[in-house]
Structure formats: C-alpha cells, structure tokens
C-alpha cells in the first residue's frame, strides 16, 4: 500500500458536480492499493496518519497530530499510485490490486477511519472524482506499507 498524506487549510471530492466529502483543516490521504495489502496494514496506516505529528504547535515546530488538532480526515481512493513508470511512456498498473481488491481494501479502510476517527470523509472508489485542496506548507509525505 502506497499513501500520499497531504496537511491541508481545506479539501473536498467532487463526481458529478456533486461534492461527496468536504474538511477544513487536516489531512487528504490518497491511498494506493497492492493485491498483498491485508487489513493489518490497513489498521497501521491509518493508525500512523491520525497520529503523525505534523501539524504546528505554538512555537512552530511540528509536534501536533490530526488528532491533537480534531482536524477533518479525507480519504481518496487513487489507484494510479501504483503505476510502473520504470518503461516507455505509458504507465502500467500491473502492481495495482485488482478493481474488485481494491474496492474491499478502500471499503475496510474507510470503515475502520470512521470507527476510529468519526467525521472522516472520503472519495468515492472507481468514480471520476475531481479532487480540490490547499496543500499546507506545502506538507506531503509518502508512507510505504
């Protein structure tokens, strides 16, 4: 599993004209899913992202969690994370979990951010999503699991 976590003053998800999640400050997770991810790596992704501590204290330095701040959680499902750009100029998405995979993966993710972090807000899996934020800083990190 590959995710993109990004502090931000604000982001939502579009389809359709129609906005399907929505925070304020916090954090935009895109997720990338493998056929080998299980639910452990779910668990400790997440568990990670609401506890990382990136979000400024009163002197400035990163010593603040999403939790510390009761900021917004927004996941998106972004399955081109896990392009092989290594060859030619057309990725392939060979190391990506299948649709039917990742859908289930997304879905236990999601349900287990809203049990532990109620509020969380999410993109919609296989849809056409139109993504809009204001990147932090700008704060992004890569974590592998």
Known sequence: MLTVIQR????????DNQTLGKISQGLLILCGFEPQDT???????????????IFDDGQ?????????????????????????????LRPSFSKAAPPELG???FDHLLSLAEHLYPGTQSGCFGANMQVHLCNDGPVTFLLQF
């Open 39 to 53: 639910a452990e790596q779910l668990n400790r992704m997440l568990t990670k992202c609401i506890n990382y501590r």
């Open 103 to 105: 859908r289930q993966l």
């Open 8 to 15: 931000v003053t604000e982001a939502r998800v579009d389809v």
């Open 60 to 88: 400035g330095k990163m010593n603040l969690s999403l939790k510390d701040i009761n900021g917004g959680l927004l996941l998106v499902p972004q399955f081109t994370l896990m392009a092989d750009t290594q060859k030619g």
